[in-house]
């Protein structure tokens, strides 16, 4: 699979938001870097590993840190994202690609299953992605008839990341 089927995005996103402990967000703001998630293939990250953030999306992201870390204190880092080389999943060509990979994966490496995560981070480290994007769905269809939808970016390389600050700071009792 050649690199450049991965394309590279002009587009700078000024709105993204990762939730965090209000002592790690001010260190990663101190030290202007952030320390990726952990992977291996057990793991179920949604995009692989990477930062994650909220496209456009503080409230998600507030609600994110207070489910994940029950009480202290958050902060919620507002970070301007340079696409760069994506895997955006919103791209039906890189659907594809996936899915090509999944059955490559399946038959060459004898896995009983492979996740989309195990897919998708596989993806982004044969083609060197600076980032991996893609829709969530979270939860059913409210009774509106309007989904729940969450746009979620995996920053693998710190060097996408423009600018940040911290834009919220709150504590969870």
Same mark, same amino acid.
């Given at each position: 699979?050649?690199s450049?089927?991965?394309?590279?995005?002009?587009?700078?996103?000024?709105?993204?938001? @990762?939730?965090?402990?209000?002592?790690?967000?001010?260190?990663i703001?101190?030290? #202007?870097?952030?320390?990726?998630?952990?992977?291996?293939?057990?793991? @179920?990250?949604?995009?692989?590993?990477?930062?994650? =953030? =909220?496209?456009?999306?503080?409230?998600?992201?507030?609600k994110?840190?207070?489910d994940?870390?029950?009480?202290? $204190?958050?902060?919620?880092?507002k970070?301007?994202?340079?696409?760069g080389?994506?895997?955006?999943?919103?791209?039906?060509?890189?659907?594809?690609?996936?899915?090509?990979?999944?059955?490559t994966?399946?038959? $060459?490496?004898?896995l009983?299953?492979?996740? #989309?995560a195990?897919?998708?981070?596989?993806?982004?480290?044969i @083609?060197?992605?600076?980032?991996?994007?893609?829709?969530?769905?979270?939860? #059913?269809?409210?009774?509106?008839?309007?989904?729940?939808?969450?746009?979620?970016?995996?920053?693998?390389?710190?060097?996408?990341?423009?600018?940040?600050?911290?834009v919220?700071?709150?504590?969870?009792r």
């Amino acid at each position: 699979m050649a690199s450049s089927q991965i394309k590279y995005i002009y587009k700078i996103v000024p709105d993204a938001y @990762h939730g965090t402990k209000l002592e790690i967000a001010k260190k990663i703001i101190q030290e #202007n870097k952030f320390q990726p998630s952990p992977y291996s293939y057990g793991d @179920h990250p949604y995009l692989g590993k990477g930062v994650y =953030f =909220f496209e456009g999306a503080l409230a998600r992201a507030i609600k994110w840190a207070q489910d994940k870390f029950k009480k202290g $204190e958050i902060g919620i880092i507002k970070a301007i994202i340079n696409l760069g080389s994506c895997l955006d999943l919103t791209d039906p060509e890189n659907i594809k690609l996936l899915k090509r990979l999944k059955r490559t994966l399946l038959k $060459e490496k004898a896995l009983p299953s492979v996740t #989309n995560a195990y897919a998708i981070n596989a993806c982004a480290v044969i @083609h060197r992605v600076d980032t991996v994007r893609s829709p969530f769905y979270k939860g #059913n269809w409210s009774g509106s008839g309007i989904p729940n939808i969450e746009l979620i970016i995996c920053v693998r390389n710190n060097k996408s990341i423009m600018e940040m600050s911290l834009v919220y700071q709150g504590v969870i009792r």
